[in-house]
C-alpha cells in the first residue's frame, strides 16, 4: 500500500508560522517530484509549491512566493512546507501529492494524494 500523510497543521494567529509535513508509505519519495496544494471550500484544488525529484527546482505561486519554502529530506522519505507570515486566505485543507520522476506538479496528472491537514489562520 502507497500512502501519503500530511501532519502539521493547526490554528495560527496571522503572522505566525506552521511547517506542514508530507511522509510517504510503502514507497520511497526520491524518485517523485512532491506538491502541496490547498483548498477552499467550493473550490478546486490549488498549487502552492513543488519540488522536483532530485531537489533543485522548486517554485510557487505569487501569492506565496517569499513566505512558503518546500525542502525534502529523502534520508526521512518526508517533505516539508515551511509556511511564514500566515495571512487568513491561508486558510484552507493543504494537500501533498507525489509524481513519478518529474521536475513539476500538474495537479491532473499526480500519481499519489495525500488526505489533507487543515490549516486555520485566526485570530
Known amino acids: 500500500q502507497f500512502h501519503l500523510v500530511e501532519s502539521g497543521g493547526g490554528l495560527v494567529q496571522p503572522g505566525g508560522s506552521l511547517r506542514l509535513s508530507c511522509t510517504a508509505s510503502?514507497?520511497?519519495?526520491?524518485?517523485?517530484?512532491v506538491g502541496w496544494f490547498r483548498q477552499y471550500p467550493g473550490k478546486e484544488r490549488e498549487g502552492v509549491s513543488c519540488?522536483?525529484?532530485?531537489?533543485?527546482?522548486?517554485n510557487y505561486p505569487d501569492s506565496v512566493k517569499g513566505r512558503f519554502t518546500i525542502s525534502r529530506d529523502n534520508a526521512k522519505n518526508t517533505v516539508y512546507l515551511q509556511m511564514n507570515s500566515l495571512k487568513p486566505e491561508d486558510a484552507a485543507v493543504y494537500y501533498c501529492?507525489?509524481?513519478?520522476?518529474?521536475?513539476?506538479?500538474?495537479?491532473?496528472?499526480?500519481?499519489?494524494w495525500g488526505k489533507g491537514t487543515l490549516v486555520t489562520v485566526s485570530s
Open positions: 501529492a507525489a509524481r513519478f520522476s518529474d521536475n513539476s506538479c500538474p495537479r491532473g496528472a499526480m500519481n499519489f
Open positions: 510503502g514507497f520511497s519519495l526520491n524518485s517523485y517530484a
Open positions: 519540488i522536483s525529484w532530485t531537489g533543485d527546482i522548486t
